[in-house]
């Protein structure tokens, strides 16, 4: 077999790694290069964002596989042992050539590794730690690293892992089990479940020591997982519903959603088609709802619904509970304004502040925030008030606030 | 009128001075014209201030801390307008207090858009700032880049960039400021020329392959990509001359993907597939033992607990135990960690045996219920008690463990687990403190579940239910023994 090129290798198996949706370089500990002999440093918060692709995707860290060969055989995934796609892998020394060179030119936040399974679980597992643990300890690099995790790798590498790291991730990819047999025969839902359950349970002792021990580091970012949309036939509802169950059986920071998207190769076991890229908008915004603004997913979606794509599925449930409104933001508590459509944390926590000063006038609400109009059929203001019964209620409310529906074809 | 001519565009300190003297000297806004030496706006130099600004002291104030921490980032806007704002802003601090919390006041708001912009800028200079290798005379390493920022933060920003690479001598060079690090110590000098940066990097073609190859083109998406990285900042950005034909090529690649049919796999691979599916129909097996029973419980799906639970929980224990503890289900705890009585419960129940003289590791420990049955509340998982029909099918796994263990003694902890043994639902209270012969020869003992002790409110009740409890235990391991 011919030797590739370095280059070569980056774009296979960086395009190998591009259906995995998630690059946040959040949460990580605050730390910097200051007193060590490597680079690197994390702000905590958000993350940076280095560039956008213009899939509008953000491009924070060098996400790639160390290898793209592939034992399983995942209907999905363009990297199935079945697939024709061009292979390629890693040595580490190349991945950390890579991660710090790119670093060292202000391309990146850092590292997101994952493999194909080669030989063994533990074997993938024991090479994507060896990475890690020569940026870490050869390079002294401090800047953040996002490892996959392979669930069915013994519990000790696992831990090592979330030792280096800042965050793990182990994707659930389908929303019902059913379906992970069927499309990912090799793979376990209940493997993946008992390492989501195991990292929870490192990061939690790594948190509860005493304040004098100094906690070991154990991803101190969390962990997170993806789901495909649209491979299956799971709808909206189930899709939130396992969420739901992830995020409060496993702490898990984020679920990423990714809309099934055509592969090079594909297996013609799956449809292709365009992916549903405002599905997958509506499921990250009801996500948000559930984790930010305190909605049940009950009070969203019934478990065999699907959201709305034309209207977002806050304004959805305000016109569904029309009872609950208008809401006087004079005198609403906190947890009643975030449930006005179009009124988000920042806006009500300035609302907040003012009215401790004087009472809200809608030209004051008009000031903090551009989507007034949108706010007006739901608020009161010491001016105003949206007309009586006839506005709340009325029964074209939806078709006005309902984006024109050009606006939604786009892709 | 008098006039300020302050020493630069970022000169805040000469802005803080000025500004100190005019509010105590009494100097109203509309009174004042600030201009930047240089900028050409001193037509009307020659103020009664002179230079440096004015000096008179008036009678000492305070500002909030929020005033100072939003001049400092206002000061940095490209806006002519910032420094009489923000005198403006601290003139009326001094009869509205709280003027910086009203936000919706029209010159808060501005000041808070001023100073929103600043910050952003700051953030995408960390963002986009590209270094390009070089070496000086002496061949040592030092990276250097061209930079435009949208505002003055070049100096704002330069600590995050020395934080981050102490161990790397670094320029940034902009039109407002040029920074320099040479790992001891941070010089900040005049604005510089892009013709002073370095041209190329070698790193750059594998940075450009990277973005290439990380864009997936059948979700295009360029109004998001736009808003985040906006064209005036594409011309430093190596990876942006790549934009429009990525753009252009999206959608014929994506067409191109759906059309292509599906591939024959490898031969080898069919062979693979072949050979593994021929095997897996040994893998299912009756269970003989322990392990094979813990093993098997994975795979249960008798009823629909398992979907949102992480695993199922097999007893635990010697395998020839004497004493078998029978519970309710696994609780958070027991499911993510995969063994019984590991949690709150779990410590109470070792507690009591200890107290009772029953070693835990001579006990066989194991649950009614195999897999945990919870509700959602918020971000917890809550306990939830399993009904008649799930205890009944997972009677099974049960029955499986009472055979390949063959106990003496089998107590039941709460009502679940006595339902589950008995077949029927017991009276703890009534039922405590008697051998229950039961079918397969072993005697049955009833008491509470560690989990109820643990809820009681009262502590005196607490403590006379844990005595009873360990009773309970003593007089099992007393029939077992």
Redesign the interface.
Same mark, same amino acid.
């Given at each position: 077999m011919p030797t590739l090129d370095?280059?070569r290798k %980056?774009?296979?198996l960086?395009?190998a790694? #591009?259906?995995d949706a998630s690059c946040a370089s959040s949460g990580g500990t605050r730390r910097?290069?200051?007193?060590?002999?490597?680079?690197?440093?994390v702000?905590g918060g958000m993350g940076? !964002?280095?560039?956008?692709?213009?899939?509008?995707? !953000?491009?924070s860290l060098? #996400?790639i596989l160390l290898t793209n060969f592939c034992?399983y055989?995942c209907a999905y995934c363009v990297n199935r042992?079945?697939?024709?796609t061009p292979r390629a892998r890693f040595s580490v020394e190349e991945v950390c050539d890579?991660t710090l060179?790119?670093y060292?030119?202000?391309?990146i936040e850092g590292l997101f590794l994952s493999s194909g399974i080669i030989r063994s679980s533990d074997y993938t597992m024991e090479e994507l730690v060896r990475v890690a643990r020569t940026l870490r300890e050869v390079h002294d690099f401090r800047g953040y690293i996002h490892l996959k995790v392979i669930p069915e790798a013994s519990p000790a590498l696992i831990d090592e892992a979330a030792r280096y790291a800042d965050r793990v991730s182990i994707n659930i990819e389908l929303p019902r089990?059913e379906s992970l047999t069927a499309l990912a025969p090799e793979k376990e839902i209940?493997s993946i #479940?008992?390492a989501?359950?195991?990292v929870?349970?490192g990061v939690e002792a790594s948190q509860e020591k005493g304040r004098k021990a100094r906690p070991a580091n154990y991803a101190p970012a969390g962990q997170s997982t993806q789901m495909i949309v649209g491979a299956d036939t799971a709808p909206d509802g189930e899709i939130l519903k396992r969420s739901? /169950?992830l995020?409060?059986?496993?702490?898990l920071k984020r679920v990423y959603y990714s809309?099934f998207?055509?592969?090079?190769?594909? /297996?013609?076991r799956l449809p %292709?088609?365009?992916?549903p890229?405002a599905r997958e908008h509506r499921l990250y915004q009801a996500d948000w709802l559930m984790r930010v603004y305190g909605f049940?997913?009950a009070e969203i979606i019934g478990e065999h619904e699907d959201l709305e794509l034309e209207i977002d599925p806050k304004l959805a449930w305000a016109l569904k509970n029309r009872g609950g409104f208008p809401v006087d933001l004079n005198t609403a508590d906190r947890e009643q304004m975030l449930r006005v459509p179009g009124l988000g944390v920042r806006v009500a926590d300035?609302m907040i502040?003012?009215r401790?000063?004087?009472a809200?006038r809608l030209?004051?609400?008009a000031?903090?925030t551009r989507a007034v109009e949108r706010l007006k059929p739901f608020i009161v203001t010491l001016d105003w008030r949206p007309g009586g019964p006839t506005d709340t209620d009325r029964a074209d409310l939806r078709a006005r606030l309902a984006p024109p529906p050009e606006q939604m074809a786009?892709? | 009128m008098e006039v300020v001519r302050l020493a630069s565009e970022t000169d805040v300190a000469g802005w803080r001075r000025a500004a100190r003297a005019l509010r105590a000297g009494g100097v109203a806004p509309e009174q004042t014209l600030w201009t930047v030496d240089g900028s050409g706006g001193d037509l009307l130099a020659g103020s009664a201030m002179g230079e440096g600004g004015p000096t008179g002291a008036g009678q000492a104030f305070t500002v909030p801390r929020a005033f100072i921490e939003l001049a400092d980032l206002v000061a940095l806007h490209r806006s002519d307008e910032r420094f009489a704002l923000l005198y403006s802003l601290l003139w009326r601090l001094g009869h509205e207090p709280?003027l910086l919390?009203?936000?919706?006041d029209?010159q808060v708001?501005r000041a808070h858009r001023l100073a929103k912009a600043v910050s952003l800028a700051a953030?995408k200079m960390?963002?986009?700032?590209?270094?390009?290798?070089t070496r000086d005379e002496a061949g040592d390493e030092r990276?250097v &880049?061209w930079f435009e920022p949208a505002h003055r933060v070049t100096e704002l920003t330069a600590p995050?960039?020395?934080?981050?690479? &102490?161990? $790397?001598a670094f320029s940034i060079l902009t039109p407002d400021a040029c920074v320099h690090w040479d790992t001891e110590a941070l010089v900040a000098l005049p604005g510089a020329d892009p013709a002073e940066a370095p041209r190329e990097?070698a790193?750059?073609?594998?940075?450009r392959?990277?973005?290439?190859? @990380?864009?997936?083109?059948?979700?295009?998406?360029?109004?998001? $990509?736009q808003k985040?990285?906006p064209k005036r900042y594409w011309r430093n950005?190596p990876?942006a001359r790549l @934009?429009p034909e990525? @753009?252009a090529k &999206?959608e014929g690649r994506?067409a191109a993907?759906?059309a292509?049919a =599906?591939?024959t =796999?490898?031969r080898r691979?069919?062979r693979?597939?072949e050979r593994k599916m021929r095997d897996a129909s040994f893998e299912a097996q009756a269970m003989n033992n322990l392990e094979e029973l813990a093993a098997a419980v994975?795979?249960c799906r008798r009823c629909d607990l398992w979907?949102?639970?992480?695993?199922g929980v097999a007893g635990e224990g010697p395998g020839r135990a004497k004493l078998m503890l029978v519970g309710e289900q696994p609780g958070d705890?027991e499911?993510? &960690?995969?063994h019984p009585f590991v949690g709150p419960a779990g410590q109470m129940l070792d507690k009591a045996l200890a107290e009772a003289g029953a070693p835990r590791d001579q006990a066989f420990v194991t649950n009614a219920v195999k897999h945990f049955k919870h509700e959602?509340r918020?971000?917890?998982?809550l306990h939830k008690t399993p009904n008649t029909g799930e205890v009944t099918v997972c009677r099974w796994w049960l029955d499986a463990e009472r055979r390949l263990v063959r106990p003496r003694v089998i107590v039941t902890l709460g009502a679940t687990a006595a339902l589950a043994v008995f077949g029927k639902p017991m009276a703890i209270g009534a039922s405590r403190q008697k051998a229950h012969q039961l079918a397969d020869q072993a005697q049955g003992v009833v008491t509470y579940h560690p989990s109820y002790l643990l809820r009681l409110p009262d502590a005196d009740a607490k403590a006379k239910a844990y005595g009873l409890f360990v009773e309970d235990l003593a007089f099992a391991w007393s029939l077992a023994a």
């Open positions: 370095l280059k %980056l774009e296979i960086s395009d790694a #591009k259906y910097d290069s200051r007193g060590g002999r490597g680079l690197g440093s702000e940076i !964002c280095h560039a956008y692709a213009p899939d509008g995707r !953000c491009i060098l #996400k034992v055989d042992v079945s697939s024709n890579l060179g790119f060292r030119r202000n391309y089990d209940a #479940k008992k989501m359950g195991a929870r349970l739901e /169950t995020y409060s059986a496993y702490g809309a998207s055509p592969i090079p190769d594909a /297996t013609a %292709l088609e365009r992916p890229l049940a997913r300035k502040a003012v401790r000063l004087k809200l030209q004051d609400v000031r903090l786009l892709f | 709280r919390e009203d936000a919706s029209p708001q953030h960390k963002a986009f700032v590209r270094f390009r290798q990276y &880049a995050f960039f020395v934080a981050r690479f &102490a161990n $790397m990097d790193l750059e073609d594998y940075w392959a990277y973005y290439a190859s @990380i864009f997936n083109p059948a979700r295009l998406k360029v109004g998001a $990509m985040e990285m950005l990876e @934009i990525l @753009i &999206a994506t993907m759906v292509h =599906p591939s =796999p490898a691979v069919v693979q597939v994975q795979m979907r949102d639970a992480t695993q705890q499911d993510l &960690a995969g959602l918020g971000k917890r998982r």
